[in-house]
């Protein structure tokens, strides 16, 4: 039988690693989102997926699209729950001022890194990011490869 990956942290709820992977992350913040709540359900039983997500800053406000929030079985049928619709990122002005200017001038984006508790509540991680080239991610991918023939000899030799 096949063993469970284990959570880093266990206050998080979904990672998306693609992110990292395809953009240099210049600086993170955190924002609260605007939710119902048949998706604060759902996010305890990790049903989110949070991979082809994207942030738009729009009308200075923040607004989550594309995160996939699957509806639970036992959830209420009598409402309709739409597991795309567009959620509202809680965030200081001056915190959306700053992030519009940046994205506006320097050509960076705003990617969601992840979905995590604090408090009781769910935040979501979200970094200021500039693309990656094709050769850039080719030597990220090299690095790992080679970190992890590293670690493999050492646990060998040791």
């Excluded at 609260?32 to 949070?50: D, F, H, M, T, Y």
Aim: proline share 3%; aromatic share 8%; glycine share 6%.
């Amino acid at each position: 039988m096949a063993k469970k990956k284990k959570q880093n942290n266990p206050n998080s709820i979904a990672q998306n690693k693609k992110a990292r992977f395809d953009y240099f992350i210049e600086e993170t913040f955190e924002a609260g989102l605007a939710l119902e709540g048949w998706e604060v359900k759902s996010l305890r039983q990790g049903k989110v997926q949070i991979n082809e997500s994207y942030i738009l800053l729009k009308n200075n406000e923040a607004w989550l699209f594309g995160a996939l929030i699957t509806p639970l079985i036992t959830a209420s049928t009598h409402s309709n729950h739409d597991p795309l619709r567009l959620r509202k990122l809680l965030m200081h002005r001056r915190e959306i001022d700053r992030l519009m200017g940046l994205v506006d001038q320097k050509g960076f984006t705003v990617v969601p890194l992840g979905l995590h508790w604090s408090k009781g509540k769910v935040k979501i991680s979200i970094g200021l990011a500039k693309g990656k080239k094709l050769h850039d991610k080719r030597a990220t991918q090299k690095e790992r490869d080679w970190n992890r023939d590293k670690q493999r000899i050492m646990k060998y030799h040791a």
